[in-house]
T-cell receptor
Framework: DGGITQSPKYLFRKEGQNVTLSCEQN?????MYWYRQDPGQGLRLIYY???????QKGDIAEGYSVSREKKESFPLTVTSAQKNPTAFYLC??????????????FGPGTRLTVL | EDKVVQSPLSLVVHEGDTVTLNCSYE??????LLWYKQEKKAPTFLFML????IEKKSGRLSSILDKKELFSILNITATQTGDSAIYLC???????????FGKGTKLTVNP
């Protein structure tokens, strides 16, 4: 089955710890994105990547880091520098055709809680 | 600064009612506008609109874009309890293809 997988589904961490969220896609999509969603808020873009070994900051990149070593994978690390990391994290991907990108498809999300 | 405003923020209706959800936007380098439905977890794609005045339909859902007035609406006719969800509007910016999300409209359809 083609799709986007995120793991783990739920994650708990203590303050001061770094944690890495996994995002994998087997759709052969070119671009991948990380969003954060807080209650009552829309999705806010953290980082995105349009090609392997390249990525750009989104609107709220502070305290986060990413890598894109393979087309299929775009892990997100939430560092201890992120002041308020408790949130729902969504990964998305999209394919490029005709010079532009089509709609983004989302993974099931990871709910991170900092204790 | 890019801005997306959805209204209403919350809506409660009865099954069978028709609803109209609104989205106004101001984003740089606008390319298209997307609508998503979010139930428990991941948003699912509904429509992508790139041209003004052309209605897109999928069953009981339809949507239209006005690029002059920077506005889009999502209509749902004969609502069902399964339509209960948060509906997200997201203009896409050309080049980066970044989506700028609104806060969403929470729709509750009661039996």
């Amino acid at each position: 089955d083609g799709g986007i997988t995120q793991s783990p589904k739920y994650l708990f961490r203590k303050e001061g710890q770094n944690v890495t969220l996994s995002c994998e896609q087997n759709l052969n999509h070119d671009a991948m994105y990380w969003y954060r969603q807080d209650p009552g808020q829309g999705l806010r873009l953290i980082y995105y990547s349009q090609i392997v070994n390249d990525f750009q900051k989104g609107d709220i990149a502070e305290g986060y880091s990413v890598s894109r070593e393979k087309k299929e994978s775009f892990p997100l690390t939430v560092t201890s520098a992120q002041k308020n990391p408790t949130a729902f994290y969504l990964c998305a991907s999209s394919i490029k055709s005709g010079g532009s990108y089509n709609e983004q498809f989302f993974g099931p999300g990871t709910r991170l809680t900092v204790l | 600064e890019d801005k997306v405003v959805q209204s209403p923020l919350s809506l409660v209706v009865h099954e069978g009612d028709t609803v109209t959800l609104n989205c106004s936007y101001e984003v740089t380098n606008f390319r298209s506008l997307l609508w998503y439905k979010q139930e428990k977890k991941a948003p699912t794609f509904l429509f992508m609109l790139t041209s003004s005045g052309i209605e897109k339909k999928s069953g009981r859902l339809s949507s239209i874009l006005d690029k002059k007035e920077l506005f889009s609406i999502l209509n749902i006719t004969a609502t069902q309890t399964g339509d209960s969800a948060i509906y997200l509007c997201a203009p896409a910016q050309g080049g980066s293809e970044k989506l700028v999300f609104g806060k969403g409209t929470k729709l509750t359809v009661n039996p």
